[in-house]
C-alpha cells in the first residue's frame, strides 16, 4: 500500500486542521492505521491510532478529547480531524500502515510497515 498524507498547514492557537492519508494499492481496512508526529528536536512518537475493523481507537493524552481518527473506506483515506490546536501540536505529521493478523493497532512506530510522506501542521500563538 502506498500512503499519501496531505492537510497541513499554519494555523493559530484554537483553530482546526483535518489532516488526510489516502491510501493506493489496497483498501485501509487491510491494516491498522496510525497517525503519529515529529516536532523539532524531539523523536517521532504515536497521536492516535486506529483498529483494522475501525472499532477500537488510541489517543495519545495529549491530544485526547482534541482530535478524532477515522476512516472512510469508500475513499480509502484515513482522517485525522484536530480542533482546539496548540502551538506544542506544531510538527510533521505521518500517517502508518500496519500489516497484521490480529488487526490491531499499535502505538510504537516499529510495528507499522508502511508510512507515507509527512504533512507539516504550524500552530502560532
Known amino acids: 500500500v502506498q500512503l499519501q498524507a496531505y492537510g497541513g498547514g499554519l494555523v493559530q492557537a484554537g483553530e482546526s486542521l483535518r489532516l488526510s492519508c489516502a491510501a493506493s494499492g489496497r483498501t485501509v481496512s487491510s491494516y491498522g492505521m496510525g497517525w503519529f508526529r515529529q516536532a523539532p528536536g524531539k523523536e517521532r512518537g504515536v497521536v492516535a491510532a486506529?483498529?483494522?475493523?475501525?472499532?477500537?481507537?488510541y489517543y495519545a493524552d495529549s491530544v485526547k478529547g482534541r482530535f478524532t481518527i477515522s476512516r472512510d473506506i469508500a475513499k480509502n483515506t484515513v482522517y485525522l480531524q484536530m480542533n482546539g490546536l496548540k502551538p506544542e501540536d506544531t510538527a510533521v505529521y505521518y500517517c502508518?500502515?500496519?500489516?497484521?493478523?490480529?488487526?490491531?493497532?499499535?502505538?510504537?512506530?516499529?510495528?507499522?510497515?508502511?508510512w507515507g510522506q509527512g504533512t507539516e501542521v504550524t500552530v502560532s500563538s
Open positions: 486506529i483498529s483494522r475493523s475501525g472499532s477500537s481507537t
Open positions: 502508518a500502515a500496519r500489516a497484521t493478523a490480529s488487526g490491531g493497532y499499535a502505538v510504537l512506530e516499529r510495528f507499522y510497515d508502511y
